[in-house]
């Protein structure tokens, strides 16, 4: 089921909060947890079956593991086998294919024929609940987390359906005790309110329309240079708004709930190096891998060149972790080759010196450059893209009729709109924190009256659009 | 002489009717399948073929193909221009559901836009209905 | 945050999302419906009963029905958009989005399978089917406005600018599986650099053409059919003249934006037609009989069948010819349906010696229901069975 959807919000959502506060306190988690499994398997009804499994493994793993009196090899074996479970369903059900498909390409490039590539549904947010049951086995082995002691909090945990499909990514014991007890107030209520509305207007009156503009773009036979950047520039603010706008209406449903997610966005296109970048965009993933792979491998523990490698490789699985593509492998080595850079510059970048307008301009075009290999559907469809970005391939005659399409009077008010609200410096976080404060006054009331003015409207557009999934799904 | 006279008034008045019913004929169906996504029917018009069987009389358990004219719009809302061949009051087509149908066999006649036919290729023989009338049963 | 201020948030929401479902099914039950909600319990939650149920949930929503237009006047008032089927123009010149769309990406035969079909492999068929009853085929793909007025999209377009290398590379590989065609653009674009401005060949606010396009088109038709070696013996005695007729025509990129305040606003346009009468003054009419069979689309029915009728392609070919014509048009189906039609109508091809087929050069990537092969006499042996193109899914036989 997708947020932005009718049966989410007329129906879903209305019939879960009224459920979830008729019932008593202790039958909340498993209440959560029912509605968790009808969400996800709402789009394929055998996917909860995948959940479920990932579930009870860690769940088990962890029982074994800490079973009183396990041994240091049986806790180790326990930990393997949900790594292993986990590694291995993500492995089948995402990267099945993509090895296939390679080693097709091998055995016809050596001549040594072709073989039929079984095709395999890729699970919607596999990427994500597998990391974070993944999280639960690895804190409880390391004693970061106490083992939970009832199967439906776990359950609930893995499920959630706020954060299930796109995240945020939350460890287990970010959620433990939350999941014991939380506190529930009109106040926490109103605030996911004014979140999940801003939530929902990103992804709706922004990042719906830029994406249309971003499709044209990528779609056109020869794009001239100046299309092209302004196809990517709209990705780029596709990309941000429906993904920020998935997590702000995340934790606002966390918070509709009692739950208190972690940010996963802060201003990224603000950053002034790629270092930064890193550190606003997508944090519960950055914090993911720094804590379960950067670390474990050495970190910068182990002299400089060990610390370059593991960027290298951290970036390079964070770029597959997005999909078994040769595009995202380009796309984490890209990062991770320039993360190096700056590691060597002493984390920070090589125009540092600039003024810091320019600064977060450069760094904005370097992550613009990114975001095509991330786009293309092959690579080389990101080869013709940034050849054209860069003046490289003739713009053909209909380069002019894209254009046409592009700078059209509602492109570009959305676009102004767009690059409005991410230069602006209060995004919806900071927002709803300002909303949150007990301010007196009419402009307290104005500030107020932006979320449901926004979520009205975006209700309203919702039904001119097209069934529009978020794109961190397809991870 | 008079009952012969009625009789023949009787005949006079009825061939009409026999000559309609030959075109026409009214059942009642259940909708058991449409078979792809409709079509968007904002830029053409189109019928669409979908699969219906029999309920009761004669004809009970029978499969029927009817092509239904726009199946996405309430049969009250479709334009002045096809109302004498399309009506009714159903809103919406949804498999399972049971319809009131007044059929005519002459599709071709009746109606010469596209026809939307997702069973062609696998049976040409099977005759076509147009729905003239439909119903909630 | 304020209590009040929380509660009126909080109440505000809550009144949001409970009252439309509560609403919607009210609006059913006094209707005499069951509410679409309950076909949730109607089937087993397969994925595609789940997909039924959220289609139904959005088409039948009462409160999408009313808040979509207030949404669409809001953005066409206040950017002048018509949705994303409409893309405006120049100077009044709306265009519809798929023709331009068509033109701007690659060419669709080399890059891989074509789940929609191979339009080469499936004319080259349909041309065998009809070559082994001794009747010819002329294929005639129709340009589509942004081809032939690309100065009317962009300022930065010439009148002679090249945009629809797609349509030329179609045109190409048609005659390289041997397929006759006729290059409608060619006499387009020459048409408007003799006239200097437009040339009065499509409609402004619609996605068809003029009168005076269509009659151009049947013009350039004619000149291709008066070649056949049995044109001769065909033709006969003079049978048809010509008057002026004019109709008012809403455009259909207007009407099918569906925003209230653009069909209110956007004026109606004054079409001047060609109208075909036979001796008697009577409206042409087809002949089931004629030697020559045009299977057509929308561009074949505007002002044919529609009004001020007799004055579209199929009655102005037939006035060129002086020779009646039989026809199968079918809206947008040119690609598939109009030869299923024919399939199923076959004896309209007895005695025939030439089919005609006309279709919009937008159909070859998005013909509805793509370009599915047709056996015009399926308990017949067929004459060939489609090759796909390099890379293409095989297609099956009916």
């Known amino acids: ?475 | 002489m008079r009952p012969i006279a009625l009789c023949l008034v009787a005949l006079a008045l009825a061939a009409p009717a026999r000559a309609e019913s030959a075109e026409e004929l009214a059942l009642t169906a259940e909708l058991v399948e449409i078979p792809s996504e409709l079509p968007p029917d904002d830029l053409y018009d189109y019928a669409y073929v979908m699969k219906y069987r029999v309920q009761g009389g004669a004809q009970g358990g029978q499969t029927l193909l009817v092509a239904h004219y726009k199946p996405r719009q309430p049969r009250e809302k479709i334009e002045k221009a096809m109302r004498d061949r399309v009506g009714g009051k159903l809103k919406r087509f949804r498999t399972g559901d049971l319809h009131r149908l007044v059929l005519r066999r002459d599709l071709e006649k009746v109606f010469d836009g596209a026809v939307v036919d997702e069973y062609f290729a696998a049976d040409r023989k099977t005759p076509r209905y147009w729905c003239k009338q439909v119903d909630p049963a | 945050m304020a209590r009040t201020r929380t509660i009126a948030l909080t109440a505000g929401f809550l009144g949001l999302i409970f009252a439309p479902p509560v609403g919607q099914a009210i609006v059913e039950l006094r209707e005499g419906e069951r509410p679409v909600i309950a076909e949730l319990f109607a089937g087993a939650p397969a994925e595609a009963h789940l997909r039924q149920l959220e289609k139904s949930l959005d088409e039948a929503s009462s409160l999408g029905s009313h808040l979509r237009p207030w949404y669409q006047v809001l953005k066409h008032r206040l950017t002048g958009d018509l949705g994303h089927k409409a893309l405006r123009g120049r100077e009044g010149w709306l265009f519809y989005q798929p023709d331009v769309k068509y033109l701007l990406e690659p060419y669709f035969r080399g890059q891989g399978p074509l789940p929609e079909g191979d339009p080469v492999a499936v004319i080259r068929d349909f041309k065998e089917q009809l070559a082994s009853r001794g009747i010819d085929l002329l294929v005639v793909p129709v340009p589509g406005k942004p081809s032939v007025l690309p100065d009317r999209v962009s300022a930065a377009l010439e009148r002679t600018s090249e945009v629809n290398g797609n349509t030329r590379r179609f045109l190409s590989e048609l005659r390289e599986a041997g397929v006759e065609t006729v290059d409608l653009q060619a006499a387009f674009r020459s048409r408007r650099e003799a006239a200097g401005d437009d040339g009065a060949l499509y409609l402004r606010t619609d996605t068809h053409w003029t009168g005076e396009g269509a009659v151009l088109a049947a013009r350039r038709l004619a000149e291709r059919v008066r070649r056949y070696s049995w044109y001769e013996g065909a033709a006969g005695e003079r049978r048809y003249r010509t008057r002026e007729a004019s109709v008012m025509r809403r455009g259909d990129i207007v009407t099918m934006s569906g925003v209230p305040s653009a069909i209110e606003t956007i004026p109606e346009e004054l079409v001047r037609c060609r109208q075909v009468v036979d001796a008697d003054g009577g409206l042409y009419r087809d002949l089931p009989e004629s030697p020559v069979l045009l299977l057509g689309d929308s561009f074949s029915r505007i002002y044919q069948s529609d009004e001020p009728r007799a004055a579209g392609l199929i009655a102005n070919l037939a006035y060129e010819l002086q020779l009646p014509l039989a026809s199968i048009v079918n809206d947008g189906g040119a690609s598939t349906l109009v030869r299923q039609q024919l399939a199923r109508r076959t004896q309209l091809l007895e005695g025939k010696r030439l089919v005609i087929w006309a279709f919009v050069e937008r159909d070859v990537r998005f013909g509805l229901q793509g370009w599915k092969p047709v056996a015009l006499w399926p308990e017949e042996p067929q004459p060939h069975d489609p090759t796909p193109a390099p890379g293409s899914p095989k297609l099956a036989s009916p």
């Open chain 1, 1 to 475: 089921m997708v947020f932005t959807s009718h049966i989410f919000l007329f129906y879903f959502l209305p019939a879960v909060i009224l459920g979830y506060y008729v019932l008593p306190q202790r039958w909340r988690n498993g209440f959560l947890t029912l509605v968790s499994y009808v969400f996800y398997g709402w789009w394929k009804p055998w996917f909860v079956t995948l959940m479920l499994a990932s579930t009870l493994i860690d769940y088990l793993a962890v029982r074994v593991m800490a079973a009183p009196g396990a041994s240091p090899r049986r806790r180790k074996l326990a930990l393997l086998a949900s790594l292993v479970s986990n590694l291995g369903l993500l492995g089948v059900f995402k990267y099945a294919m993509f090895a296939q498909g390679n080693a097709l390409a091998l055995s016809e490039a050596l001549g040594l024929g072709s073989f039929p590539v079984l095709e395999i549904t890729l699970p919607i947010g596999i990427s994500f609940y597998t990391f974070q049951t993944m999280s639960y086995s690895i804190d409880v082995y390391r004693g970061e987390a106490t083992p939970v002691r009832r199967f439906g909090d776990f359950a609930c945990f893995v499920a959630l359906f706020p954060q299930l499909v796109a995240g945020p990514i939350v460890r287990f014991q970010t959620l433990a005790n939350q999941l014991r007890e939380r506190a529930h107030s009109f106040e926490r209520f109103a605030s996911g309110v004014a979140l999940f509305s801003l939530g929902f207007g990103k992804k709706i009156l922004l990042a719906n329309p830029v994406g249309e503009l971003a499709d044209a773009a990528f779609a056109a036979d020869h794009p001239g240079a100046l299309a092209a950047w302004f196809g990517i520039v709209a990705y780029a603010f596709q990309i941000y708004f429906d993904f920020s706008g998935y997590s702000d209406m995340a934790i606002g449903l966390g918070r509709m709930f009692g739950f208190e997610f972690p940010k996963n966005f802060d201003s990224p296109y603000h950053s002034q190096s790629i270092t930064e970048f890193w550190r606003r965009w997508h944090i519960s993933l950055s914090t993911w891998l720094r804590d379960y792979l950067y670390l474990p491998l050495g970190g910068n523990r182990l002299g400089p060149r060990r610390t370059y490698v593991n960027l290298a490789l951290v970036m390079l699985l964070g770029g597959l972790w997005h999909g078994a593509h040769w595009q995202f492998v380009v796309w984490g080595a890209y990062h991770g080759l320039l993360l190096g850079a700056e590691r060597a510059l002493g984390k920070s970048s090589a125009y540092r010196g600039l003024p810091k307008p320019l600064r977060i301009a450069l760094t904005f075009v370097l992550v613009l450059i990114s975001w095509v290999p991330f786009r293309a559907n092959t690579l080389t469809e990101a080869g013709h893209y940034l050849g054209a970005m860069f003046g490289l391939r003739e713009a053909g005659a209909p380069a002019a009729l894209l254009m046409a399409q592009l700078l059209s009077a509602h492109s570009l008010l959305i676009m102004a709109i767009c690059t409005g609200v991410v230069a602006m410096r209060t995004q919806s976080w900071d927002f709803v924190e300002a909303i949150s404060r007990n301010e007196p006054g009419v402009r307290a009331w104005a500030r107020l009256a932006v979320a449901p003015a926004v979520l009205l409207t975006a209700v309203a557009a919702m039904f001119t659009q097209a069934f529009n999934p978020f794109l961190y799904f397809q991870f």
